[in-house]
C-alpha cells in the first residue's frame, strides 16, 4: 500500500527565515513524487515534482530513497508562501496525498 | 481555455435528495479522479478513471457513484444525501508528457453542504 504521511499540521515561521516542510512516504516501487500547494480561495496546484530536479519559487525538494522523504525547503520563507502544502506520491496509476501542513509566514 | 471546470462551487441540500456534481475537463486528459477532502485534512481519493468506461473505486470507501461515457466529463453521484456527506468534492484530470511526466491538475472543488 502506498501511504504519504506529512508530521505537522500547521508550521508558522517569521518572514526571512528558513522553513522545511517534511514529508514521508511509503511504496513498494519507485514512485514519482510531488509537492502542490494551494493558496488562499484558490484551487490545488503544483508546486514541483521529483523528477524535474528544479528550484520553483525558491523552493527545492530532494528524494531520499533511502530515508523515503521528500522534504520541501525554501532557505527565505516570504509572507506569499502562506498557503496549504500537500505532498502527493503518484504510484499504481493513482495520487496519494499527505494530510497538508499549513503554513504561516508572519512579518 | 484547457481547464477543468466543476460545479456548482456551493450546494447546500436536504437529506434524502438525489445530487449530482459535474466535473468536465478540456484538457483531453485520459485519467480522471474524484477526492473528498474535509477542512484541514488530506485528500481522500474515492473515484477514479482510466478512460471512456472504466471506472474504479478509490480508497476511501463512498457512497457516491461515477460515471464516465465521454472523455471529458466524469459525474459524481449521490442518490440520497446524507449530513455524512457534508465536505468539499475535488475533481482532477491527469496525462503522461513526454519532457515533464504526469501532473495531476485539479478543479475548484465543490462545497456540498447536507442538512
Known amino acids: 500500500a502506498q501511504r504519504v504521511t506529512q508530521p505537522e499540521k500547521l508550521l508558522s515561521v517569521f518572514k526571512g527565515a528558513p522553513v522545511e516542510l517534511k514529508c514521508n512516504y511509503s511504496?513498494?516501487?519507485?514512485?514519482?513524487l510531488f509537492w502542490y500547494v494551494q493558496y488562499s480561495r484558490q484551487r490545488l496546484q503544483l508546486l514541483l515534482r521529483?523528477?524535474s530536479r528544479e528550484s520553483i519559487k525558491g523552493f527545492t525538494a530532494d528524494l531520499n530513497k533511502g530515508e523515503t522523504s521528500f522534504h520541501l525547503k525554501k532557505p527565505f520563507a516570504q509572507e506569499e508562501d502562506s498557503a496549504m502544502y500537500y505532498c502527493?506520491?503518484?504510484?499504481?496509476?493513482?495520487?496519494?496525498f499527505g494530510a497538508g501542513t499549513q503554513v504561516v509566514v508572519t512579518p | 481555455e484547457a481547464d477543468i471546470y466543476q460545479t456548482p462551487r456551493y450546494l447546500v441540500i436536504g437529506t434524502g435528495k438525489k445530487i449530482t456534481l459535474e466535473c468536465s475537463q478540456t484538457?483531453?486528459?485520459?485519467?480522471m479522479y474524484w477526492y473528498q477532502q474535509d477542512p484541514g485534512m488530506e485528500l481522500h481519493l474515492i473515484h477514479y478513471?482510466?478512460?471512456?468506461?472504466?471506472?474504479e473505486k478509490g480508497d476511501l470507501s463512498s457512497e457516491s457513484t461515477v460515471s464516465r461515457i465521454r472523455t471529458e466529463h466524469f459525474p459524481l453521484t449521490l442518490e440520497s444525501a446524507r449530513p455524512s456527506h457534508t465536505s468539499q468534492y475535488l475533481c482532477?484530470?491527469?496525462?503522461?508528457?513526454?519532457?515533464?511526466?504526469?501532473?495531476?491538475?485539479f478543479g475548484q472543488g465543490t462545497r456540498l453542504t447536507v442538512v
Open positions: 484538457m483531453g486528459h485520459d485519467k
Open positions: 502527493a506520491l503518484r504510484g499504481w496509476g493513482k495520487f496519494q
Open positions: 521529483h523528477i
Open positions: 478513471s482510466y478512460g471512456v468506461n472504466s471506472t
Open positions: 511504496y513498494s516501487g519507485s514512485p514519482e
Open positions: 482532477a484530470s491527469s496525462a503522461y508528457r513526454e519532457e515533464v511526466g504526469t501532473e495531476a491538475f
